[in-house]
């Protein structure tokens, strides 16, 4: 990749701070940094940027998506080369405003599902980790653990122990719980979105169902230990009671995310735990599985985080739909998705905000289309995306 310019400015630019916006503001960079916040034009450095009166946002950091996985296997048991799903990836990652990722990655006990099975998600990990210091955007690893997995714990434990996850989620996908109420909402999920056979989703069902009698508690709690352990950050997945959620806070759990039930949205505030929604939720305004409404959530005040779930380039949209909808104002629209992600993710004093002292991870953005359009996208103050529009 080319050096950054030593110093540059944006200029003519509607900065969107954390604490209001400044219009016709200008923004320096020196290394990478933030220096300095002006509420005039300001013009430095050989290859200055007329942000053209249009909004400078903090990068997005998206702490949950699993795109890595549809990039990787597109089609049922249609395979592209890891790296190659990596790169490409990143480039739309960039394209969408996505300055920092977690790639989710699922270790899970389906072994009718070869890319959540341990080999392969821990050759994922490892590709991750080898390219990430040629990546556009900044690039993390967020290991999802099926507390059912029994066979995948040694796994994740060594990666943990290498320094190789960043964030760590636990997840019960047995049925009669969580996202999964009833067994024919799990077989349509397997079959439907997998091309799973009837007999195997049986089997994994059983299966789990066993397991998570035996041992899948105590799988749980010694995984969130471990995480704890090494200053990883743990969260919830599916919550769908205070139950649930004041056990994962006990253990160490700071973020609830994507929580099923309002009983489990409401304990999850009263715990202190981050609540985190979906951007395909936010932007559609009802979840795909018949779960809760973000925006609903949202309007009776709860959400702390935005994620993009499973399509990063639905960031952006959904902002603007919050903002549009009057549900926030597009400073405490811009907090979801980057101040608030980076504070609870143990990030906050290097990226999340446009302040003096943090990283240029920054976007502009151009509202004034029929739908809002990435312009621009930096990180670490290096141009690493930019339309021709």
Not at 158 to 174: A, F, N, P, R, Y
Not at 283 to 307: A, M, P, Q, T, Y
Not at 342 to 358: M, P, Q
Request: with cysteine; aromatic share 6%; hydrophobic share 40%.
């Amino acid at each position: 990749m080319t050096d950054i310019a030593p110093v540059f400015s944006i200029y003519n630019a509607n900065i969107v701070t954390p604490d209001l916006i400044i219009e016709n503001g200008s923004l320096t960079v020196e290394n990478g940094i933030i220096t300095d916040i002006a509420d005039r034009k300001v013009i430095l450095g050989e290859n200055p940027v007329d942000a053209g009166s249009r909004f400078l946002i903090p990068g997005f950091i998206d702490m949950h998506s699993d795109a890595i996985e549809k990039e990787i296997e597109a089609r049922p048991k249609t395979y592209l080369a890891t790296n190659i799903a990596i790169l490409e990836l990143d480039k739309k990652l960039a394209a969408s405003g996505v300055t920092t990722i977690y790639h989710s990655v699922s270790f899970a006990d389906e072994v009718i599902i070869a890319i959540r099975s341990i080999d392969i998600v821990e050759s994922i990990v490892r590709e991750i980790t080898r390219l990430k210091k040629n990546l556009l955007v900044n690039t993390r690893v967020h290991a999802r653990f099926e507390i059912t997995n029994t066979g995948g714990m040694a796994t994740v434990e060594k990666l943990i122990g290498e320094g190789l996850i960043d964030l760590l989620s636990v997840m019960d996908h047995t049925p009669g719980q969580g996202q999964f109420t009833n067994e024919d909402q799990i077989r349509d999920y397997y079959g439907e979105r997998f091309g799973a056979e009837k007999e195997a989703i049986q089997n994994l069902i059983e299966t789990r169902m066993n397991l998570r009698e035996k041992i899948g508690i105590q799988n749980e709690i010694k995984m969130m230990e471990i995480a704890r352990s090494k200053g990883i950050p743990v969260a919830s997945h599916d919550d769908d009671t205070a139950e649930k959620v004041g056990f994962l806070k006990k253990y160490g759990a700071i973020i609830s995310e994507f929580p099923v039930s309002m009983e489990a949205v409401k304990s999850a505030r009263d715990n202190g735990l981050a609540i985190a929604l979906g951007s395909p939720n936010v932007l559609r305004g009802h979840s795909h599985n018949k779960n809760l409404s973000s925006r609903d959530l949202i309007r009776e005040g709860f959400g702390d985080i935005i994620c993009s779930d499973y399509i990063p380039s639905t960031l952006v949209h959904a902002m603007f739909t919050l903002v549009d909808n009057r549900l926030k104002t597009i400073a405490e629209a811009a907090k979801m998705f980057a101040e608030n992600p980076a504070r609870f993710l143990g990030i906050g004093d290097i990226t999340g905000s446009i302040r003096k002292g943090l990283s240029a991870d920054l976007v502009v953005v151009d509202n004034s289309w029929e739908v809002p359009r990435i312009i621009k996208t930096f990180v670490k103050g290096r141009e690493v995306f930019s339309s021709c529009i």
